[in-house]
C-alpha cells in the first residue's frame, strides 16, 4: 500500500520490544531508489548491478558506473547502501562474460566465479564503486555473490579493499558457505543471506524451472537450518547477517527469519508496509519462539503450519 502523504512519518523497522530491524531496499533498475525512500526504506540492502551491463554487449565504462553509483548513494545520506558486485549467468546471463554452452549454468562459472574469470571488469565496478564512495557521504557496504568457499571470501574481501571499499562481505547463497559461516565471517565484514539461491541449491530445484517450483519454497526447514547457521557464524565473530532474499518478504517468515537471528531485512520496497506491521506484533522472544517452531517441522508446509500456530499462541 502507497503510503499517502498526510499520514504519519513511517517508522523505523522494529520489534513490539523495541528491538532495531532496520528494513532495507532491494533495488535492481534505475529509478527505483527515490520510491524505496518513500515507501520507508531505511537503506538499500541489495543493489543488483545487473541492469547497467544486461543490455550492453560490453561492460559499462568506469565513468558509466561511478554516475550511476553516486546517483544511489547521493539518495541515502548517511545511509547503509549495499551494492552487488555483478552476478552474471544462470538466470542473468551475459553474453560478454557467460559462457552460454555449459549444461548447468547454475553450477557454472556464475556470480563471483564469473568475475574472477574476467577480473577486469570486478577490478573497474569496484574502482566506480569507490570512485562513488569519496563523492558521497552514504554508508556504502559491497558484497560478492555466489561465493562457495572461504578461499573466495578471501579473494573478494581483500581485492575490495585494495580498491579502499571499507565494509566488504559475501552474499550466502550457496549451502557451504552456509555451513562454514564462522570462516567465512572470520573474513567477511558481513554476511547477507539471498534465500532465493540458497533455496534452489539446497533442495537441488532450479527456481527457473516450473516443474520443480514446488521445491522453492524457503520455508523449509533445511534452508531455515542454514540461515541459523550463518547466523550463528556472524554471532559467532561480532559480524551481521541481514536476508535479501524474497523470503524477507513475506510478513511471518520475516518473523522466523529475525527469530534465527537475521539483524536487518531487505527486499522489494512494496512488501515494507506489511512486514514493518508484521515485526511490530512480535518480541525477541517471540520470534525465536516461531522459528523454533519452524526450524523443528519436517517440511516447508508444516513449518508455516508450525510458525503460524506458534504466532498465535502468546507465550
Ligand atoms: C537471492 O538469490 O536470494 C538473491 C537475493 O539474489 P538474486 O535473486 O538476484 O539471485
Ligand atoms: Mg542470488
Known amino acids: ?3 499517502n502523504a498526510a499520514s504519519a512519518p513511517i517508522t523505523p523497522g522494529a520489534l513490539a520490544d523495541g528491538t532495531a ?13 527515490a520510491e524505496a525512500v518513500e515507501l520507508g526504506a531505511e537503506g538499500v540492502g541489495l543493489f543488483r548491478t545487473e541492469f547497467l551491463f544486461l543490455s550492453a554487449s560490453q561492460a559499462p565504462t568506469v565513468d558509466e558506473q561511478t554516475k550511476a553509483y553516486t546517483e544511489l548513494l547521493q539518495t541515502f545520506p548517511g545511509k547503509k547502501v549495499v551494492v552487488r558486485a555483478l552476478d552474471a549467468g544462470a538466470d542473468k546471463p551475459l553474453a560478454f562474460l557467460n559462457d552460454a554452452h555449459e549444461e548447468n549454468p547454475a553450477l557454472g562459472l556464475r556470480g563471483l566465479r564469473a568475475l574472477r574469470a574476467s577480473e577486469d571488469i570486478l577490478r573497474e565496478q569496484l574502482t566506480a564503486l569507490a570512485n562513488a564512495d569519496k563523492a ?5 557496504w559491497v558484497m560478492a555473490p555466489m561465493v562457495s568457499t572461504v578461499e573466495e571470501t578471501e579473494y573478494f574481501v581483500t581485492l575490495a579493499r585494495d580498491y579502499g571499499i571499507k565494509t566488504a562481505g559475501v552474499m550466502v547463497e550457496v549451502p557451504s558457505s552456509a555451513i562454514m559461516a564462522d570462516k567465512v565471517l572470520a573474513i567477511a565484514d558481513f554476511a547477507s543471506i539471498g534465500t532465493n539461491d540458497l533455496t534452489q541449491y539446497t533442495l537441488a530445484a532450479d527456481r527457473l524451472l516450473g516443474s520443480v517450483a514446488s521445491f522453492q519454497d524457503p520455508w523449509h526447514p533445511a534452508v531455515l537450518s ?3 547457521a550463518t547466523a550463528d557464524g556472524g554471532a559467532a565473530n561480532g559480524k551481521p547477517v541481514g536476508i535479501c532474499g524474497e523470503a524477507a518478504a513475506d510478513p511471518l517468515l ?8 537475521a539483524a536487518t531485512l531487505s527486499m522489494a520496497p512494496t512488501a515494507l508496509a506489511d512486514v514493518r506491521a508484521s515485526l511490530l506484533q512480535y518480541t525477541r522472544d517471540d520470534a525465536e519462539r516461531i522459528a523454533a517452531a519452524a526450524l523443528a517441522a ?3 508446509a508444516s513449518a508455516r503450519t508450525a510458525a503460524q500456530a506458534a504466532a498465535e499462541t502468546p507465550a
Open 298 to 300: 519436517s517440511d516447508a
Open 1 to 3: 500500500a502507497r503510503r
Open 226 to 228: 542454514l540461515v541459523k
Open 21 to 33: 530491524i532496520p528494513l532495507l531496499a532491494n533495488l535492481g533498475k534505475p529509478g527505483g531508489a
Open 254 to 261: 520475516a518473523v522466523v527469519l529475525v527469530g534465527l537471528g
Open 136 to 140: 558521497t557521504d552514504a554508508d556504502l
